[in-house]
């Protein structure tokens, strides 16, 4: 059953979780095992849920796991979310990305932005980048 109505949405937000089943030890704490490990869905369905939910031409916003970006745009483009800007986040300068943010359109043509990464702290503090990213 649905509590909303199919194609009823301009935008939906998403921050599935991370890790399969597979990956780590899955928390005995119910609340931290649904949010971290795909208890409930897998990234798939999560992409699926939110393609069912949109409006042609809707916007999905999605972060997740860097490691998994290859499974997440295979995904997108199964469901017919259109990848169209992409942002990877830094802990720090020198370090992997550990997350990315992930702008998806429904029934879009195909063509990628790769923008800036985002990088959140230098040294102790907060970067002024990132505060500006969040005040939007």
């Not at 490990?37 to 999560?46: L, R, Y």
């Not at 809707?58 to 972060?63: E, N």
């Not at 199964?78 to 986040?89: A, G, H, Y």
């Amino acid at each position: 059953d649905s509590y909303f109505s199919l194609e009823s949405f301009d935008i939906v937000i998403s921050n599935p979780p991370y890790f399969t089943l597979e990956e780590g030890l899955v928390s005995s704490n119910t609340n931290l095992a649904n949010a971290r490990h795909e208890v409930n869905g897998t990234i798939k369905d999560f992409v699926c849920a939110a393609s069912k939910m949109l409006k042609y031409r809707g916007k999905a916003y999605f972060v997740y796991n860097s490691l998994r970006l290859g499974d997440a745009l295979i995904d997108f483009r199964e469901f017919n979310l259109e990848p169209k800007r992409i942002k990877f986040v830094h802990a720090t300068p020198n370090k992997n990305s550990n997350i990315f943010l992930l702008e998806a359109v429904k029934g879009a043509a195909p063509g990628l932005i790769i923008e800036p990464n985002l990088v959140i702290y230098d040294k102790e503090e907060y970067t002024k980048e990132l505060l500006e990213f969040v005040k939007g």
